[in-house]
């Protein structure tokens, strides 16, 4: 054995001598500083026999959370995520009791409470001890890295030509124009980092339905086919479909891979993470669609929790920071009201926990599995992040609460680029975004009723005083409540039984409604509508906080309508590069082609309303309680970003757009056939079929 080696084994039982020597005067000082928390020697109070026991009861601590502590995280499998990220600080509490009761001194005392406070000082101060001590050498770092892909379970030697790997990091609603107005104030240095180096930053433009569901079924899946909106009612079924519902997003992904007779861009020793959509791959954690499955240890959708809690120095540290993000969201709330923001949303109730499991929990359990894909060496892996789209939608795209987001957001894509120079093959990292967010105040805010309201009015129905509230869809209280394993929300899979003469069903999907009525079993027709309710289309189209209305019609096929009795077919929308005509013209390029296809779908709404949109401030009218909204046509919300390395071809030919998720999905199969070909950069012939418009 050269000398080599020798220095290994010594620097590793150095570095453990200082995590022992630091966790014992961790102890020392709380035993000083907590009146609950004694450590007694057996024949006196001695210094040295205090060190001593103290010395005792941090190295059986530390032995019996490296032993017993994964074990008892395994036999918690059932347990759902978020009550065991709980409980982990009194199993934690516990351990260090049996720790004491272990050391040779006369019974040291700790009350309960107080051994939960200490057990959790203690595991936080030697993983940072630990990690402070391993980042100063490569190897023991590489071998710390290593040891969480090994309590994931998913460590396995890597054979075959190191060829690139691919990790696809989707950064939820963060748009085009948000990413580089970032990136020139300082907030995403590693971003700045990579575009200096040579990353092409290509924007892309997402369906009408600009939102995580159609947008990542199109990635991961290679279609959205029949995906009008967030949220809509089925009339075959007599159901309401919802995107982050698991049961829902089950079945939209068994129709994808029907209509696509593929099982996905991660079929090929692939990894999902925090999506709503498991792309075919073989290893998933809090994957939604599959975490309405019967409970057993198959259902990996929650695996990364109790893979991530296993080691209780990520518990604390975790829970630590989501108290910290639970109080930061009350400040800035509070701040908020106090100086009467316009607009601003209620941010009261349970949506300082959802945030603060939105940009901590999931963040870091996420980041942690990716990690551990990394260095297992996997081919492809695809997670979502969701912290900046839960804190839009309440605070606003630009303030400052998302800002912040962004920072740490850039700090997870540092951390992954730093583990990538550690992992068994390079990797090429890519950035993207599934839609992104487009600010205004609500429709309820504005005009005083929702749209329920509205169209109730148009029905000749009679309208509460007090109109109810809309409640978010945003990605993160799916994750809530599949973690905790509660329903979605109140509308997912509810059954609307097609009573005679019922009244319209309305549903919203950020800026975009839907209304159809559960007692006729088709589509209804413009001319149906205006038969039985005369008033209706008229109020919506002259609304002025709808921007058009698709409805059916007999006559025409399809029709747009708009203020002032403009009515254009759907056939007649053909743009020739140009504006789009009469009511879509302020909604851009793209508008008419989106509102085309949507129109084609078996399950678009009796009546699809797309709200108001101002194109010199880039604002809409949400229809659910969000100031930053997404989900339908105008503005940020449908200009999302794609950012890749040079080393990849581009992603379209020079002066072509990128439009749909579909092609995204296109584009990301040939990133990936090219990291199994030449591992040089070459400049490709262009595929036509990569450049069709979805």
């Known amino acids: 054995m050269g000398a080599g080696p020798w220095r290994r084994i010594a620097g590793q039982i150095g570095r453990s001598v200082a995590v022992w020597a630091v966790s014992t005067l961790t102890m020392l000082v709380l035993a000083g500083l907590l009146p609950d928390f004694q450590i007694r020697s057996g024949d006196g109070d001695s210094a040295t026999r205090i060190a001593v026991t103290a010395a005792f009861g941090a190295g059986a601590f530390g032995l019996l959370s490296a032993l017993v502590w994964p074990v008892l995280v395994r036999l918690l499998l059932l347990v759902p995520a978020l009550v065991l990220g ?93 990413l580089v107005r970032a990136v020139e104030k300082g907030l995403m240095p590693t971003v700045a980092g990579w575009l200096g180096a040579g990353h092409r930053l290509t924007p ?126 009350i400040g800035q709330s509070t701040a908020a009201r106090v100086r009467k923001r316009r607009p601003r949303v209620a941010r009261g109730g349970l949506y300082p926990f959802i945030r603060a499991f939105a940009t901590v ?117 799916a994750a809530v409540r599949a973690a905790l394993r509660r329903p979605v929300e109140e509308n997912g899979g509810r059954h609307v039984p097609p009573g005679r003469h019922s009244e319209p069903l309305v549903l919203a999907s950020g800026n975009l409604g839907l209304i159809s009525f559960p007692d006729v079993h088709h589509r209804m027709t413009k001319e149906e509508i205006d038969a039985r309710h005369p008033a209706l289309l008229t109020t919506l189209a002259n609304h002025p906080g709808v921007g058009f209305v698709l409805v059916g019609s007999e006559e025409h096929g399809g029709l747009v309508l708009g203020a002032h009795g403009a009515e254009i077919p759907v056939d007649a929308l053909d743009e020739q590069g140009d504006e789009p005509p009469g009511p879509l013209a302020d909604f851009g390029p793209g508008a008419a082609s989106a509102v085309r296809r949507t129109h084609s779908f078996p399950h678009t709404a009796d009546i699809m309303v797309n709200s108001w949109y101002d194109p010199a401030e880039g604002e809409v009218l949400a229809f659910e309680e969000q100031i930053g909204s997404h989900g339908g046509l105008g503005g940020a919300q449908g200009r999302p970003f794609l950012l890749a390395p040079r080393a990849l071809s581009p992603a379209v030919a020079e002066g072509e757009e990128l439009v749909g998720a579909e092609h995204i999905h296109r584009v990301l199969r040939r990133w990936l056939r090219e990291c199994n070909g030449p591992q040089v950069p070459i400049e490709i012939p262009r595929d036509p079929t990569d450049q069709q418009v979805a």
């Open 86 to 178: 709980l409980l982990v600080f009194f199993l934690n509490g516990g351990l260090l009791l049996v720790a004491l009761r272990l050391t040779p001194a006369d019974r040291p005392e700790a009350a309960p409470e107080t051994a939960v406070v200490v057990a959790a000082v203690m595991s936080a101060v030697a993983s940072a001890t630990g990690a402070a001590l391993a980042v100063r050498d490569d190897d023991a770092y590489r071998r710390r890295l290593y040891r969480l892909a090994d309590r994931r379970g998913t460590a396995r030697p890597f054979e075959g030509p190191t060829v690139p790997g691919v990790v696809f990091l989707q950064l939820d609603g963060v748009g085009h124009d948000v």
């Open 204 to 329: 892309w433009r997402t369906d009408w339905s600009s939102q995580t569901g159609a947008s990542q079924l199109g990635i991961l899946h290679g279609t959205n086919h029949d995906i009008p909106a967030f949220r809509w009612y089925e009339k075959t079924t007599g159901e309401v479909v919802v995107c982050n519902r698991p049961t829902s997003a089950a079945e939209l992904q068994r129709r994808a891979v029907e209509h696509t007779g593929d099982g996905g861009l991660l079929t090929v020793d692939g990894a999902s993470r925090g999506n709503l959509f498991s792309g075919g791959a073989d290893e998933q954690a809090l994957v939604l669609s599959i975490a309405g499955r019967r409970r057993g240890r198959e259902n990996r959708s929650r695996a990364g929790y109790f893979a991530y809690f296993s080691d209780p120095a990520n518990a604390v540290r975790t829970a630590l920071s989501f108290v910290a993000e639970v109080g930061r969201e």
């Open 361 to 477: 929990v999931e963040r870091d359990v996420v980041v942690a599995a990716v990690m551990g894909d990394m260095l297992a060496g996997r081919t492809a892996v695809y997670a979502d992040l969701v912290a900046y789209d839960e804190v839009a939608h309440h605070s606003g795209p630009h303030s400052r609460d998302a800002e912040k987001v962004l920072q740490r957001l850039d700090r997870c894509a540092a951390l992954i680029a730093q583990v990538a120079e550690h992992a068994p093959r390079p990797y090429r990292i890519v950035l993207l975004s599934d839609h992104g967010q487009s600010p205004g105040e609500t429709f309820r805010g504005r005009y005083g009723l929702s749209l329920g309201d509205l169209v109730r009015a148009g029905c000749g129905l009679p309208v509460p005083r007090r109109a109810g509230r809309t409640h978010s869809g945003a990605e993160a209280r």
